[in-house]
């Protein structure tokens, strides 16, 4: 076992800024940091391609946790170390309920034998769908595929059903999930987008994709136990994670039930303030 320290810090509202980028202070003095012996990776609800694009040339030797954890991958490749897709004998029942509410989901996927992933849509039905549609485009995500019937995505391994709209109608199809008995086998997430505010995500993820159970079996896997490790949030999702750290820090904009939890609170993340502190530490 090392007696080495392990950061983990998540992405939006935490280490991002608002235009979810990397200041130019924090990217360089992480950079500066990582090269100087820290040891960092990052847990996130983004998938994979995104996280790459946004670090990118930031020397991340440690896998990342994409996904809420749905997904291990190595930063330098994208390659999957670990998956965790949802039960095929889900899928259609999900589907079904879904289009009884109207409703149309990306459905994020991975193909094994072809090792690639795939976001397949039928249309993009609102504003909030358009804006993560524009802004996956910016950020070169090439899985987007428009299909006509969005169930043939079932032939591949289902990682993530997201639903984008506005809170009321998203709100009812989550209280109908989670009257249903398999939502214990689910991961569900609902949450405004604070990029484009009045949009509502609702994300279903397999029961296994949280951040902490993913961080759990990072830290097996590299020799570290949970003292060593200090983790950053600001949001629900990452209470997971907040729940096993030795050291749980939240930032100043995060929401109450993190703060009530954390070791520490540090300040807004628009401030830098995850990369200050890794700063002070390694100084």
């Known amino acids: 076992m090392t007696n080495k320290k392990i950061y983990i810090s998540d992405l939006d509202g935490t280490l991002l800024d608002e235009k979810a980028q990397l200041s130019n202070f924090s990217h360089q003095t992480l950079k500066q940091l990582i090269e100087t012996g820290l040891i960092f990776t990052a ?5 994979i391609a995104s996280m790459r694009h946004i670090l990118q040339d930031i020397p991340i030797d440690l896998p990342i946790i994409g996904g809420n954890g749905a997904y291990i991958s190595d930063f330098a490749t994208g390659h999957h170390h670990i998956i965790h897709n949802i039960q095929p004998d889900l899928l259609f029942p999900i589907m079904d309920l879904i289009q009884r509410h109207q409703l149309t989901p990306f459905i994020s996927t991975y193909n094994t034998k072809k090792s690639v992933d795939h976001l397949y849509y039928e249309t993009i039905a ?4 358009d804006w993560y549609f524009q802004d996956s485009l910016i950020k070169k995500d090439a899985r987007f595929q428009k299909i006509s019937d969005i169930q043939h995505s079932f032939e591949e391994q289902v990682m993530c059903f997201n639903l984008i709209g506005r809170q009321a109608p998203l709100s009812r199809l989550r ?4 009257a249903e008995t398999f939502s214990a086998q689910l991961a569900i997430n609902f949450y405004e987008n ?4 009045g949009w509502y995500w609702l994300t279903l993820h397999d029961h ?3 951040k902490g159970y993913a961080i759990k079996i990072l830290l097996e896997q590299l020799g570290y136990q949970t003292q060593q490790l200090t983790v950053f949030g600001d949001q629900h999702n990452d209470l997971s994670m907040f729940k096993i750290a030795g050291q749980a820090i939240a930032v100043e904009n995060a929401i109450p039930s993190l703060k009530k939890v954390a070791h520490q609170v540090i300040e807004h993340h628009m401030d830098d303030s995850v990369v ?3 700063a002070k530490r390694m100084g």
Do not use: F, P, V
């Not at 847990?43 to 998938?47: G, I, Y």
């Not at 604070?194 to 505010?197: A, L, M, Q, V």
């Open 43 to 47: 847990a996130s609800a983004r998938n």
């Open 126 to 129: 609102n504003k909030g769908m």
């Open 175 to 178: 209280k109908a999930i989670e």
């Open 194 to 197: 604070g990029y484009d505010r």
């Open 208 to 210: 296994r994709a949280h």
């Open 276 to 278: 200050q502190y890794l």
